[in-house]
């Protein structure tokens, strides 16, 4: 891109945003040394002459590895024409005629980010969305990954927790931490393998059971969920043994859909169980066989 009129992209100079939408975001677009690959190919073969990075104390990258590579570390990024970050900015970060890059959760019209969409409009500024920028065919370049799912997992499961000591019921899904509180994914695996380790030995309560769980979509964010959850004991049923676990008819409050599969988390009790490969979905489906007094949470894959 070439500078113009009503726009500084082009000018060789990159701006990384401090991110400020969840006090607990410390992700960066651009790693320290995805920096000193930019800035040590030259402006001629990468386009960047200076990368400036606004400070934060807690970017899972310190200041200083920034620093060690060639960036300037800065609090003002008004000599920047591409700015990026992760979440959505403050609407006062927005500056005029510069191209900015980061999931802004607009394309879908989404009510609570269209006074960030009017302030871009407002700026002339050029907005990159990461979930449009697609390659050949269509195809996305940048998704959501598998870290987005496992984040996502544990922290309904810590929120399932919560939900249901407000409503009277203690489960295991207490003693877990917010997805952010965990150094690393092992730690946090290992809390979840602890919960269900405690499910395995003394079940759910019986009020809150069989407890169910949609999963929708086969992309990784969804895979990365599933991963988190397989470490709690369960099981795949069909669709049609829902009923069996309910004791009632599901017809009218589940939407059925072709080759779904069924997962159950068990209260530790034995199942007689049936191990069946599924080709279509790609993992293995398993029968089983509960009673109405089986403590299980049952998880339908879409």
């Not at 070439?2 to 400020?20: D, F, K, P, R, W």
């Not at 006074?115 to 969305?129: G, M, N, S, V, W």
Request: aromatic share 8%.
């Amino acid at each position: 891109f070439e500078t113009g009129e009503y726009t500084m992209l082009g000018n060789g100079v990159v701006g990384i945003l401090s991110e400020c939408r969840y006090k607990w975001e410390r992700r960066v677009p651009l790693t320290p040394s995805h920096c000193a690959r930019l800035l040590n190919g030259g402006r001629g073969k990468t386009g960047v002459a200076r990368i400036i990075v606004q400070p934060s104390t807690k970017r899972i990258h310190h200041d200083a590895l920034y620093e060690d590579v060639g960036c300037e570390i800065s609090d003002d990024l008004s000599e920047c024409g591409l700015i990026l970050g992760i979440k959505q900015p403050k609407l006062e970060m927005i500056l005029p005629d510069r191209a900015y890059a980061f999931f802004s959760h607009t394309h879908k019209a989404q009510k609570e980010n269209m006074p960030l969409l009017d302030k871009i409009l407002a700026e002339r500024a050029t907005l990159f969305d990461y979930e449009l920028i697609d390659g050949d065919h269509g195809k996305r370049l940048l998704t959501f990954g598998k870290f987005a799912g496992r984040v996502a997992m544990i922290d309904l499961l810590r929120g399932l927790g919560q939900r249901y000591l407000n409503l009277g019921y203690s489960t295991p899904f207490l003693s877990l931490g917010a997805s952010y509180m965990y150094s690393s994914l092992a730690a946090a695996k290992s809390a979840v393998i602890s919960i269900g380790e405690e499910i395995a030995t003394n079940g759910l309560p019986s009020g809150i059971c069989p407890l169910v769980f949609v999963f929708t979509g086969s992309g990784k964010a969804s895979h990365g969920a599933q991963e988190i959850f397989n470490l709690l004991p369960h099981t795949f049923v069909d669709p049609s043994r829902l009923p069996e676990a309910f004791g009632t008819d599901f017809e009218s409050v589940l939407i059925q859909r072709k080759n779904a599969a069924k997962k159950y988390i068990s209260s530790g009790r034995k199942f007689q169980q049936a191990h069946k490969k599924d080709a279509r979905m790609g993992f293995k489906t398993i029968g089983s066989a509960p009673t109405k007094h089986t403590r299980v949470a049952c998880v339908l894959h879409i």
